[in-house]
């Protein structure tokens, strides 16, 4: 599954945005699942987003839904995050992880993530 670097986490203000991104140092030349999860300071471990890039189907946790996206570029072999309206309790460390499920009607919220990368943290201030 490669390397995974996430970056673009920082300090914001709740009600702003900001975008996360995750370089992939495999090519996504394939249908690949991709995930974004979170850790909060409490430990608590949460599953974001889910993404097939084979059918642009895509999860969203119930905490984060209509304020998130999340994305990727093939050619730049990038996953990305997109979130708005920041509250306080989104606050955490995020993670990314893909993997080249090769089914485009994988559900993968269910795949078994093995490698999520190094994180980046976002911190929301009220």
């Known amino acids: 599954q490669g390397q995974l670097v996430a970056s673009g986490g920082g300090s914001v203000q709740a009600g702003g945005s900001l975008r996360l991104s995750c370089a992939v140092s495999?090519?996504?030349?394939?249908?690949?699942?991709m995930a974004w999860s979170r850790q909060t300071p409490d430990n608590n471990r949460e599953a974001v987003a889910h993404?097939?890039?084979?059918?642009?189907?895509?999860y969203y946790a119930d905490s984060v839904m209509g304020r998130s996206n999340i994305g990727h570029n093939n050619v730049w072999s990038m996953l990305y995050l997109d979130m708005s309206s920041l509250k306080f309790d989104d606050t955490a460390t995020y993670y990314c992880?893909?993997?080249?499920?090769?089914?485009?009607?994988?559900?993968?919220?269910?795949?078994?993530?093995?490698?999520w990368g190094q994180g980046t943290q976002v911190t929301v201030s009220s």
């Open positions: 992880a893909v993997a080249p499920v090769g089914n485009s009607d994988h559900d993968c919220r269910t795949w078994p993530y093995t490698n």
């Open positions: 495999v090519a996504i030349d394939r249908t690949f699942c």
């Open positions: 993404l097939n890039t084979g059918s642009g189907r895509t």
